[in-house]
């Protein structure tokens, strides 16, 4: 009998052997794989970390940034990977200890999942490493800013048409009274990618160009001419206008203000002397003669809508010289006024611009 219970206490004692060591050979296991994942994980925040760094020397090589901005940006992103590694580590400490103390029932299977921060920037979200699931830490790029912006286009002052070796006493057309107006959007790109000293600026606008005769005349339309002729009776009022739609285009050269955070580079105009060359084309979409006039005592208002002969196709040259938003603006036709014309005439406008 006493035989029986010491090799019966012997083959207990046995299995208990053998079941505690395979359960520590689970735990170490287990435990030797999580200090592996340690070792990933500060492999894997150095290496992005030193691509990081790489990135930011290359933009300072391409005159990007200076030489302070980018050993801020290189000691941020020393920190931000350093807190990883930290975190990290923290987590599977925190897991090997909860192991070493409960047992493997506690963490539940080897498809249990933990969310840490690694610079593996090949793995993307929901990516098993080492048995735990990667919420990644992307690298976040500069970006700059949009190379594309617009504006509202509006423009008026002094309008004229003049004659080749026409003096100014000899004008068809008052100086004060004879008026231009512009409505537009306008966008404008930034040529080169890292500087803003050249813009090249395009848009579409509404123009109306408005002549008023000087004396007691008005417009004629006699076949394919068109010229002033003396009213029958005192006007009070003669005005020609005519309304164009156009598309200009100009090159835009000035300096601008560059404000760098780690987020973004913004270019500003604002406050700045600008100077735009350039043109535009387009198509006339009405023409018009507005008379006022007394005839047997009554007040009569006549709007004549026609042909008059004038340009259908519209095109010439302007430039704008300005500080910030306002500009001077002036802008020739070089198509004429009329077609057909025996003496040709050439509109003319001068005024202030506002890129609002």
């Given at each position: 009998m006493k035989t029986l219970v010491t090799i019966a206490t012997i083959v207990a004692m046995t299995c208990i052997a053998q079941f505690l060591g395979a359960q520590e050979t689970i735990d170490n296991t287990k435990i030797g794989r999580l200090k592996q994942q340690k070792e990933q994980i500060i492999t894997a925040e150095k290496e992005a970390l030193k691509e990081e760094v790489e990135s930011i020397n290359k933009r300072l090589e391409n005159n990007e940034i200076t030489k302070?901005?980018?050993?801020?940006?290189?000691?941020?992103?020393?920190?931000?990977?350093?807190?990883?590694?930290?975190?990290?580590?923290?987590?599977?400490d925190n897991r090997i200890a909860l192991l070493e103390r409960n047992g493997d029932e506690f963490l539940g299977t080897d498809t249990e999942k933990l969310e840490i921060g690694l610079g593996?920037?090949?793995?993307?979200?929901?990516?098993?490493?080492?048995?735990?699931?990667?919420?990644?830490?992307?690298?976040?790029?500069?970006?700059?800013?949009?190379?594309?912006?617009?504006?509202?286009?509006?423009?008026?002052?002094?309008?004229?048409?003049?004659?080749?070796?026409?003096?100014?006493?000899d004008l068809d057309y008052?100086?004060?009274?004879?008026?231009?107006?512009?409505?537009?959007?306008?966008?404008?790109?930034?040529?080169?990618?890292?500087?803003?000293?050249?813009?090249?600026?395009?848009?579409?606008?509404?123009?109306?160009?408005?002549?008023?005769?000087?004396?007691?005349?008005?417009?004629?339309?006699?076949?394919?001419?068109?010229?002033?002729?003396?009213?029958?009776?005192?006007?009070?009022?003669?005005?020609?206008?005519?309304?164009?739609?156009?598309?200009?285009?100009?090159f835009e050269f000035g300096p601008s203000r560059v404000k760098e955070t780690e987020k973004s580079i913004r270019?500003?105009?604002?406050?700045?002397?600008?100077?735009?060359?350039?043109?535009?084309?387009?198509?006339?979409?009405?023409?018009?003669q507005k008379l006022k006039f007394k005839e047997n005592g009554d007040k009569v208002k006549d709007k004549i809508k026609r042909d008059y002969n004038t340009s259908d196709l519209i095109y010439g040259v302007s430039?704008?010289?300005?500080?910030?938003?306002?500009?001077?603006?002036?802008?020739?036709?070089?198509?004429?006024?009329?077609?057909?014309?025996?003496?040709?005439q050439n509109n003319v406008s001068l005024g202030l611009r506002f890129d609002l």
């Open positions: 302070a901005e980018a050993q801020k940006l290189k000691e941020e992103a020393a920190k931000v990977h350093a807190l990883n590694i930290e975190n990290g580590l923290a987590i599977l593996a920037k090949d793995l993307e979200d929901g990516d098993i490493l080492f048995g735990i699931q990667i919420k990644n830490v992307k690298e976040k790029e500069i970006k700059y800013d949009r190379r594309t912006t617009s504006d509202l286009v509006v423009a008026f002052g002094l309008n004229n048409a003049i004659a080749e070796d026409q003096s100014l006493d008052r100086i004060a009274g004879s008026r231009f107006f512009e409505l537009g959007w306008a966008w404008k790109t930034r040529v080169f990618k890292n500087t803003n000293f050249l813009r090249f600026k395009y848009g579409i606008s509404y123009v109306s160009n408005g002549l008023k005769p000087t004396g007691n005349r008005y417009f004629v339309e006699n076949g394919n001419q068109t010229n002033l002729e003396e009213f029958p009776v005192e006007l009070d009022k003669s005005k020609f206008r005519m309304d164009n739609i156009v598309v200009p285009v100009h270019y500003y105009t604002a406050r700045k002397f600008r100077i735009g060359i350039g043109g535009y084309v387009g198509a006339n979409i009405s023409t018009r430039s704008y010289l300005g500080f910030g938003d306002m500009s001077f603006y002036l802008k020739y036709d070089i198509s004429p006024v009329f077609r057909n014309a025996e003496i040709e």
